[in-house]
């Protein structure tokens, strides 16, 4: 699928495992909790009890560490059939501040791409999870200058976008998204009138997996760093 | 302090204990918390810890329930030497579960107040917490449509709202903010040139609560009911 750049004026970045890595630190963690676990329950059924766990919590904690942190927390406490001891317990609180404390690893050649974009095209950050960490890895990153606007959403469904660009006063057809979930940064972009490109980081989240996409309107590329030749004449 | 409404074109509110009841809920839990604690040391003595626990927590977690939860948690753990038992701590997740999902209860006269302004001026939400607890607030509260625009901040110091209103292209010298807070809804936004009423709560959580205020070019009114006669002609 080819890119229209006539009509681009703004272009929408994902940020947690497009701008930076993330999802490596839950994995990291996941398998430290496994291993906490590991004299209940064997890795697998550790991890598919939390990640159970984890979708019947996101409609009350949303996206973030925190509904992480407390999802590992009941799980630990169930998996264990109440065996849990405490300092177990303090171990997973201690790894979930270690995960909202950890700095921020910029992806190769990111920096780069935007400072090759930023002249040509009003770029904006657009992503979900916790208000305060998203801030926190904005600032820490070093990247804030190249943004013009910054959006933590609760959701990345069609809707959430269409009233933002609305409140951004983005027309979709002026507008191009990039990022690694073809589940929120790619379809319900192009649901909604809008471009997208996908740009896969090596580690999806199950909850962000598509087995196949309802609709291929969209381009991929193995690497942000190509992003320049193909949105800049 | 006399509100002058000659250039007044947008009012903020403030959401949590200002259109609908929040630190009564915390109150509450705190005391519940207090009481499973109880066999470890006495109730005064809890909620210190827990609030020092709360502010240690506060650059970490930032504002909202699931930050409490984890530091609950944390603090349960501490009391009690390592001896709480996994069923306290199961009671104090759900505990918090049940704030998060807690019906919304919108303060007396909110409705009707906002109905009488809305013709008149712009008004938006402004509020800090969560992201998803706060957009679900609203939602349940039934007053979204009175809103033009909705806003969560990470924090409300001075800087934060200079940044919104600039984004929002709101001149201070326009802009009225009413809140229960003096230290987060009014003493801010005199800072920065706008005007701003106190409607206090009966309940204000610690953290809140300031001394002897700066500047003391503000309104008090005892309830939001007495807005209208004072922004309406």
Do not use: C
Not at 43 to 61: H, I, R, S, T
Not at 71 to 88: R, W, Y
Not at 138 to 156: Q, T
Not at 159 to 184: E, T, W
């Amino acid at each position: 699928m080819e890119i229209k750049t006539e009509a681009l004026k703004v272009i929408g970045f994902d940020a947690d495992d497009t701008l930076w890595v993330n999802e490596t630190y839950f994995r990291d963690t996941e398998a430290k909790f496994a291993n906490l676990m590991s004299k209940y329950e064997t890795p697998n059924a550790v991890d598919q009890e939390l990640f159970k766990k984890e979708m019947q919590n996101l409609p009350v904690y949303g996206y973030g560490i925190k509904g992480f942190m407390l999802s590992m927390i009941e799980s630990a406490i169930e998996l264990s059939n109440g065996q849990v001891s405490t300092k177990d317990v303090q171990a997973i609180l201690a790894m979930g501040k270690k995960m909202i404390l950890h700095p921020v690893e910029v992806l190769e050649g990111v920096r780069e791409v935007l400072e090759a974009l930023s002249p040509h095209y009003r770029l904006i950050v657009l992503t979900k999870g916790d208000l305060l960490d998203q801030e926190r890895k904005l600032e820490k990153s070093g990247l804030s200058s190249f943004f013009h606007h910054v959006e933590v959403l609760s959701d990345k469904q069609a809707d959430n976008y269409a009233q933002l660009l609305q409140h951004l006063q983005i027309n979709p057809a002026h507008f191009l998204m990039v990022g690694n979930s073809l589940k929120s940064d790619v379809l319900p972009l192009l649901e909604i009138g809008a471009q997208a490109i996908h740009v896969p980081f090596h580690t999806t989240w199950q909850h962000e997996e598509v087995s196949s996409p309802s609709n291929t309107n969209y381009t991929t590329l193995n690497h942000i760093g190509l992003l320049p030749s193909l949105l800049l004449p």
